[in-house]
């Protein structure tokens, strides 16, 4: 049972550059979402998705960029990276029932240098 | 607006004594709500939900937690600690919003389980 995969599971960036982070999930979850986490401030909904080709922000949207063209799949991409977006970013699915908990993967640890 | 407060972000027990970790919320009708524990360099795992059925809740590892409406609470607890279970915390609310449903993560509470 895969669940969700993230990868790459560490990353080295330098400023400026750009990069994407792939999530896939086999679960056929219609919700898709990104988050970060940083020290003392649990995790930030970046963007989510409520199914394919449908994709909204969360509270912490800026320097990022989603898409979502299947149910698997959901990448991220970091347009033009800065050292504020080191981090460990987390996908998560999950059905589009409010009662139901989200399904994470296991986390890229990004740096910007 | 919902939100939820972790009212530790530390907590330290000796192996074998209880562990109480305290989560409030605030939400304007009778939220879902969920523990995660993260161990280190790990991803979330779900240690148990509140879903509108029973207020006590139990879940994985001899964890539980009740659901307290008057006082807007959601503890989580375990009545003897094991060194496994240092980890960090999250209690998470869940809620519509009218075109999608979202969680709220606390903020998180470290757990340290000393000999």
């Known amino acids: 049972n895969a669940g969700v995969t993230q990868t790459p599971k560490f990353q080295v960036l330098k400023t400026g550059q750009s990069m994407t982070l792939q999530c896939a999930q086999d679960?056929?979850?219609?919700?898709m979402s990104w988050y970060r986490q940083d020290p003392g401030m649990g995790l930030r909904l970046i963007h989510y998705s409520v199914g394919a080709g449908i994709t909204d922000q969360g509270e912490v949207p800026n320097g990022y960029n989603v898409s979502r063209s299947t149910t698997e799949d959901f990448p991220l991409r970091l347009l033009s990276a800065a050292p504020s977006q080191t981090s460990v970013y987390f996908c998560a699915s999950r059905t589009p029932s409010e009662n139901t908990e989200a399904f994470f993967g296991q986390g890229t640890r990004l740096t910007v240098v | 607006a919902q939100s939820v407060t972790q009212l530790d972000s530390h907590v330290s027990v000796s192996e074998g004594t209880p562990v109480l970790l305290r989560c409030n919320y605030s939400s304007s009708y009778s939220p879902s709500l969920f523990w995660y524990v993260q161990h280190p360099n790990k991803g979330l795992q779900l240690l148990l939900k509140?879903?509108?059925?029973?207020?006590l809740v139990k879940g994985i590892n001899g964890f539980e937690a009740e659901f307290k409406k008057s006082e807007t609470s959601f503890h989580l607890t375990k009545p003897s600690a094991h060194m496994s279970d240092a980890a960090e915390y999250f209690c998470?609310?869940?809620?519509?919003?009218?075109?999608?449903?979202?969680?709220?993560f606390g903020t998180g509470t470290r757990l340290q389980v000393t000999l």
């Open positions: 679960m056929n979850h219609e919700y």
């Open positions: 998470v609310v869940s809620f519509y919003t009218g075109t999608a449903s979202k969680l709220t």
């Open positions: 509140y879903t509108s059925a029973a207020t």
